[in-house]
């Protein structure tokens, strides 16, 4: 079983201290957490994946640090371009540490539209030369730190994005260490950084 609480501290032990992404109901718990625990210049709810992705390749450009991006499977089309055209080892080598929630995964039951995504969810990564690993049901604790750990040291060392894949009923195994979330926070964030999200993105890309 994974601890939200662990999870989010051993993040912070490797100096993950920038989050931002797309909310997924399979990250739920995690997302939740962050949001309790990171002051809102550090985490930025994005409209989409790709902006989500092209904050956090910003964020890297100017301190140096891993970024961490969020986002369910969905979305992994509109992470492709900023992923292969910026932060490829090709071009300009980004690491960055991902988890992504996979919806659809082959064998489990779940809405028809995400059949065809969850499918092809790592065989997409895989064409993109994308490492990653995979949060399963029966990842415990101590192995989901070790994952972090490991994937931080990775991307840090190939300059290159790393993924941690989440199955859907390992997030169901999370334990929720939160006390008054608001769902309405994630929505309200839409409106609040369209145009701070923007001029960040603009930046990324002209110091890149």
Known sequence: MINTEHFFKKLIKNDIRFFSGVPDSLLKNICAYISD???????????????????????????????????????????????????????????????????????????????????????????????????????????????????SKEALKNNKPFVIVVQKTAACSVVVVVENYDLCYFFQKYVDLVVFELVYVIDAYLQA
């Open 37 to 151: 625990n990171t002051d809102k210049n550090n985490h930025v709810i994005a409209a989409n994946e790709g902006n989500a992705l092209a904050l956090g390749i910003g964020y890297h450009l100017v301190s140096g640090k891993l970024p961490f991006v969020y986002m369910q499977n969905s979305g992994l089309g509109n992470i492709v371009n900023p992923l292969l055209s910026l932060a490829d080892p090709d071009v300009y080598s980004i690491p960055m540490l991902l988890m992504i929630g996979w919806r659809g995964q082959p064998d489990l039951k779940d809405e028809p539209q995400h059949k065809k995504q969850g499918k092809v969810t790592l065989n997409m990564l895989e064409a993109m030369d994308v490492p990653y690993q995979i949060l399963s049901p029966a990842t415990t604790d101590e192995q989901a730190q070790t994952i972090i750990q490991n994937a």
